[in-house]
């Protein structure tokens, strides 16, 4: 997976600054901007104040219309200056905060997509949703919510807070006392926005993977009668879901109107030593333009606060997403697979393999193969066959030796190992994309051969669009034969050393499947290739024979299988005589 803004190594992806400093471009716009923005702010209060001494003045025939007309259109002129410059911070503060998210979930995926399937499966799907979801959604909008209160909250609030100490400092600090108090008491809440928070992420995780639960497993639990027994546990994980969102709501919600009456507790001083000034009793001489300055002013000073104040609970929220994040997020250079170890003798030696706490699948196993050969493993139903493609892929540790080339596998790097070997599982993992691109994954390779490989390329050819048809999320919009067909050119177009294929033609008809696996022969005569299939007829051109029953392996030519091993002998007989093919 290729990565934009994290292609060097040593790049600290697991620090917010980092984010921070990437967009220092977009950051270097949001910050002329927001200082033309937030400092022209001052110009409303004061053209508010001069345009209500004005008024006064006309009443008092001090002052003509003209005078007036001229102070509206100067601060018009100003308030467009000021929105132009908000508009062009908003802009591109939201550009910011699309930019970090996409490069937050780009290295979050691409770490998720590097993991083994047991980490995935420790992980949990719910809680991976939600981490790739939502909390980096949380977290992107706090860095957004951070950099737009930085102009909008502390520069304004430094600016309206040098012109109230303009008009009269005494009065000034005392008003300011109020703003702060709103501030310690957002901090102080810090811990149960934070816990509330945390709790709602953990709940929204376990009723993600519940529902991925009841879909994917709705007709088993309606078979065995769990239907009910199932659809309460659901609801019980719904309920705490909600429960939890109302907590963490209740936190985030409802002290910002608190704060904001806070941090206006100082009108209360303005109203009796403003009028004081205004009577010229005061600590300063006033007019009614000064005070209204000074009020307004002070409105939006406390409007500010309140918005710090909840600038707070949105940060904290973005701190607990943060943390659960964080241990995806270190930048590991996956770009390439290392492709110096090149194809030699597979030697397989006293191979025994157990998941953790569990008995042995098998054990024993040895055997050695040459560039070219095709491996045919088979044998009874749920006798480890699959598990024995997948040990070659190092998810869990194995007991033994795989040695390709003389490299022990369990000893090489994960880029070592991505380089070496190539698996299609019985399953095929198919893109909501085209054809096309479903096979080529980014490279460039000729298509037409690969499909023409796999007895594919007619029916490409005859649907809507060619090899640009879109084949549905998970090739829903395939029969199964084409799925795996695809699925196997898309093999063939990234082909490893050691090419491991699980059942790769259980829904093809003989005569394609005999195809299919001579252009495979061709394909892969610089490479090893591990077939796994119940399908016998075509193990006599097999190089080697692999039968497993009972933790146990019989491995050597179709003829010696034959001999040594009756049950293969009646399976491959039953077979070759006649049984009806799998559509």
Known sequence: MKMSNTGKNNIMTDRVSYYFKSQWHILLTITISGLIYNLGLLAGPWFEGRMTGCLVNILGGKSTFTDMLILVICYVIAIAVVQISRYIKRFYVRRFANNVNKNMKEVLYNS????????????????????????????????????TEIFDTGVALAAYAG?????????????????????????????????????????????????????ENAVTYRVYGCEQERKQAYEDNLTAYEKSAVRANIWGTAFPPIYKVIALGGVIFILYFGSRNV???????????????????FAKLSEKSSHAARLFNAVHKAQVSWKRIKPLMKHENYENADNSVKCGTLEVKGLTFAYPGGPDIFEDVTFEAEKGNIIGVTGSVACGKSTFGKVFLCEYPYKGSIKIAGNELSELDDAKKAGL???????PELFNDTVKNNILMGDDENVDKLLKAVCFDEEVNEMENGQ????????????????????????????????????????????????????????????VVILISHR???FPQIDKVIWMENGKTIAGTHDEIMNKCPQYAVLYNEQNGGASDEE
């Open 112 to 147: 998720l997509v590097h993991k083994s399937r047991p980490q995935l499966q420790e992980e949990g799907a719910g809680d991976i949703l939600t981490k790739a979801i939502l909390d980096v959604d949380d977290c992107a909008e706090g860095m957004r919510k951070f950099t």
């Open 163 to 215: 012109m109230l100490l303009f008009y009269d400092w005494r009065l000034g600090l005392i008003c300011m006392i109020f703003p702060p108090i709103s501030y310690i008491i957002a901090e102080k809440m810090k811990v149960v926005v934070q816990k509330t928070g945390a709790e709602y992420k953990v709940q929204s995780g376990r009723l993600s993977t519940a529902t991925l639960d009841r879909a």
């Open 279 to 297: 009577l010229g009793t005061g600590w300063k001489s006033w007019d009614i333009a000064a005070l209204a300055t000074f009020v307004s002013c």
């Open 421 to 427: 070997v190539a698996y299609l599982g019985h399953d």
């Open 468 to 527: 640009e048809t879109y084949v549905g999320n998970t090739g829903v919009r395939l029969s199964g034969g084409q799925a795996q067909r695809l699925a196997l050119a898309r093999t063939l177009c990234h082909k490893k050393p050691l090419i491991i294929l699980d059942d790769p033609f259980s829904a093809l008809d003989k005569d394609t499947e005999r195809k299919v696996f001579a252009n495979l022969k061709e394909y892969t005569k610089d490479c």
């Open 536 to 538: 016998l007829y075509l």
